[in-house]
């Protein structure tokens, strides 16, 4: 897809996850934008682990959505078929955040478009479910041992696909969250900062990467910040 489009994209979705009026939700859907790292489309709801899954690696990418009622074609074109009725979000969000973090934030919204004049989505329903990030919190972690999924996991969008971040992936994340300590004015010490993050690395039981490796990732990311001239708040 072409960067232009693919850029237009992220700015439609993070104003729509700002505001999430009718409007940008219909520019959404005929945009031509398509699944993307930060945007994916279900026909209809799928199984809660699932979804899970998608929100998790949506997170740890940055953020964005993920839209009910809408089928993507081969030829990566939507089709807004709608749901049948929408779903009870109290009990679709409690279904789904026992897999998540309790820090991972997320919320539902309903479109009716009973009566609207855009006749593409007349008449039909529509969910979206929109997921919050801060890279101070990177990575987001996978909660409870389940099918196919340790808790420890860590899921990543890797273009349109939801997969288990590899060591690269989960560094570049660190990354990003050193990065925001520093520039963020809290009262969070790097010491305990440290401490929060080897704490992470030690419940990452699915992954067997070295621990003094990805440390030395960690000082150098540090040392780069202070040559940048970023300063612990």
């Given at each position: 897809?072409?960067?232009?489009?693919?850029g237009?994209?992220?700015?439609?979705?993070?104003?729509?996850l700002?505001?999430?009026?009718?409007?940008?939700f219909?520019?959404?859907?005929?945009?031509?934008?398509?699944?993307?790292?930060?945007?994916?489309?279900?026909?209809?709801?799928i199984?809660?682990?699932?979804?899970?899954?998608i929100?998790l690696?949506?997170?740890?990418?940055?953020?964005?959505?993920?839209?009910?009622g809408?089928?993507?074609?081969?030829?990566?074109?939507?089709s807004a078929?709608?749901?049948?009725?929408?779903?009870?979000?109290?009990?679709?969000n409690?279904?789904?955040?026992?897999f998540?973090?309790?820090?991972l934030?997320?919320?539902?919204?309903?479109?009716?478009?009973?009566?609207?004049n855009?006749?593409?989505?007349?008449?039909?329903?529509?969910?979206?479910l929109?997921?919050?990030?801060?890279e101070?919190e990177?990575p987001?972690?996978?909660?409870?041992?389940?099918?196919?999924?340790?808790?420890?996991?860590?899921?990543?969008?890797?273009?349109?696909?939801?997969?288990k971040?590899?060591?690269?992936?989960?560094?570049d994340?660190i990354?990003?969250?050193?990065?925001?300590?520093?520039m963020?004015?809290?009262?969070?010490?790097?010491e305990?900062?440290?401490?929060?993050?080897?704490?992470?690395?030690?419940?990452?039981?699915?992954y067997?990467y070295?621990?003094n490796?990805?440390f030395?990732?960690?000082?150098?990311?540090?040392?780069?910040?202070?040559?940048?001239?970023?300063?612990?708040?």
């Amino acid at each position: 897809m072409d960067n232009n489009i693919l850029g237009n994209g992220k700015e439609l979705i993070y104003k729509i996850l700002q505001e999430p009026t009718r409007e940008k939700f219909i520019d959404i859907l005929y945009n031509g934008f398509g699944e993307q790292d930060n945007l994916d489309f279900k026909e209809q709801w799928i199984e809660p682990q699932k979804i899970a899954e998608i929100i998790l690696g949506i997170a740890n990418s940055g953020g964005g959505a993920l839209i009910f009622g809408v089928k993507e074609n081969n030829d990566g074109t939507l089709s807004a078929v709608g749901l049948n009725k929408l779903a009870d979000k109290e009990k679709e969000n409690s279904k789904i955040q026992k897999f998540l973090p309790d820090i991972l934030n997320f919320q539902i919204y309903d479109f009716n478009f009973n009566g609207e004049n855009y006749s593409k989505v007349n008449g039909k329903l529509f969910q979206m479910l929109c997921i919050s990030s801060k890279e101070i919190e990177l990575p987001y972690v996978w909660k409870k041992d389940s099918n196919g999924a340790e808790s420890g996991c860590i899921f990543y969008r890797r273009g349109t696909k939801t997969i288990k971040a590899n060591m690269q992936e989960i560094k570049d994340m660190i990354d990003k969250r050193i990065e925001a300590t520093y520039m963020e004015k809290s009262n969070l010490q790097l010491e305990e900062h440290l401490k929060q993050l080897k704490t992470l690395y030690n419940n990452l039981t699915p992954y067997k990467y070295s621990l003094n490796r990805l440390f030395q990732g960690i000082n150098s990311s540090i040392s780069s910040a202070r040559i940048t001239g970023v300063k612990n708040p």
